[in-house]
């Protein structure tokens, strides 16, 4: 089977979207087979990669809300290794009418269960910025939540939320899911950012991924041209960091593929 990554946070604004491109980017740079899963209504993935989310014949929607199967609904990429499932504004139908159905939660999980283990090594999946019933799909069918977060105290009080969501979705539906957080949009030169980093790196310990994202303005350019960071500007920082980041994560699935953090 795939590895199946969820990379969510409540808080707005942490680079969630960025990390999903970049990274899965970086992954597919790396000879690995990565789908993108765009869950988030705004469609900035699918705008990201270059496609308009009006046009497109079959999204995420359908595959939580009808149980279309999910390879009907990915799109080619122009980057290697990299297919998309893309979303579009039926996403918002789909968080208010999911709670109805019988097991609603394990939708996607038995979506991408019967892709089987011939098409991807990873599934990554950008979620809305809310814990609502998209959300909990995801992360029931993950084998890793990826949290990015900002060295910043409001993006990091609201890890509380995320942590007591992770205990809720172990206990009730994915006992196995683990988590990594993800410092994004650091700023060395910046004390308080310094030190918030250091705090988490106390709190979470082997729970915060060694690599982090600083600020860089091409990684704010790279998405509105239809470009991951590692296409954009393949020898800037923030490519070097991604590319890291996806040297971890997979150091990191190869060592404990069924850990829990």
């Known amino acids: 089977m795939a590895y199946v990554?969820?990379?969510?946070?409540?808080?707005?604004?942490?680079?969630?979207?960025?990390?999903?491109?970049?990274?899965?980017?970086?992954?597919?740079e790396l000879g690995r087979r990565v789908l993108l899963m765009d869950l988030d209504p705004q469609a900035n993935l699918t705008l990201a990669l270059g496609f308009e989310p009006g046009k497109v014949e079959r999204t995420s929607g359908e595959i939580l809300l009808d149980a279309s199967p999910l390879l009907d609904a990915r799109l080619e990429t122009n980057f290697a290794g990299l297919q998309l499932i893309p979303a579009n504004l039926s996403l918002e139908h789909a968080e208010q009418v999911l709670p109805v159905y019988i097991n609603f939660t394990a939708r996607l999980r038995t979506a991408i269960e019967a892709v089987g283990s011939l098409d991807?090594?990873?599934?990554?999946?950008?979620?809305?910025?809310?814990?609502?019933a998209i959300t909990i799909n995801a992360l029931t069918a993950a084998n890793l939540l990826l949290i990015p977060t900002q060295a910043e105290y409001f993006s990091a009080y609201a890890l509380r939320d995320m942590m007591t969501i992770v205990r809720q979705v172990r206990a009730e539906d994915n006992p196995g899911l683990a988590y990594r957080i993800l410092v994004t949009l650091l700023d060395q030169r910046n004390r308080t950012h310094r030190n918030i980093r250091e705090q988490l790196e106390r709190t979470f310990g082997e729970g915060l991924f060694k690599t982090t994202i600083e600020i860089d303005t091409k990684l704010r350019e790279s998405p509105i041209l239809g470009l991951p960071i590692t296409q954009y500007k393949p020898n800037s920082r923030g490519a070097l960091q991604y590319r890291s980041l996806a040297e971890e994560l997979i150091a990191y699935v190869e060592e404990t593929p069924t850990e829990t953090a």
Not at 6 to 28: D, M, P, Q, R, Y
Not at 123 to 132: E, N, R
Request: glycine share 14%; charged share 15%; hydrophobic share 40%.
């Open 5 to 28: 990554i969820a990379i969510s946070n409540e808080k707005g604004g942490v680079a969630k979207t960025t990390t999903t491109l970049s990274l899965g980017a970086a992954i597919g």
């Open 120 to 132: 991807y090594d990873f599934i990554i999946m950008d979620c809305p910025p809310s814990l609502g």
